[in-house]
């Protein structure tokens, strides 16, 4: 599975942006699919997951409620719906795939990684 993360930018406090992350290979369905997000100098943290069938999804605390991912398994995405963005949402975000949840930590676990996609949140 290849990954490509897409839609980062630049946005104010309050604001709203939308992550993509497109992913080929006949097998994405099969995979349980993640964000993750690093400040440089510090370690990468989990965001949010979803099952391999969309059926369920998890949040880190910093972003629950303002944070919602989603996947379409026919067009081999995973989005990440971001809102009431903060300065301290600041980070390069990458989707990851893996063959089993997980919902904290740094993605040690994960089999495939996209590359990263930059959010500055500005104040």
């Known amino acids: 599975v290849q990954l490509q993360a897409s839609g980062g930018g630049l946005v104010q406090a309050g604001g709203s942006l939308r992550l993509s992350c497109a992913a080929s290979g006949r097998t994405f369905r099969n995979y349980d699919m993640h964000w993750f997000r690093q400040v440089p100098g510090k370690e990468r943290d989990f965001v949010a997951a979803?099952?391999?069938?969309?059926?369920?999804?998890y949040y880190a605390d910093s972003v629950k409620g303002r944070f919602t991912i989603s996947r379409d398994n026919a067009k081999n995405t995973v989005d990440l719906q971001m809102n009431s963005l903060k300065p301290e949402d600041t980070a390069v975000y990458y989707c990851?795939?893996?063959?089993?949840?997980?919902?904290?930590?740094?993605?040690?676990?994960?089999?495939?990684w996209g590359k990263g996609t930059l959010v500055t949140v500005s104040s």
């Open positions: 990851a795939a893996g063959r089993f949840i997980v919902v904290r930590g740094s993605g040690s676990s994960m089999d495939y």
């Open positions: 979803i099952t391999f069938n969309g059926g369920s999804t």
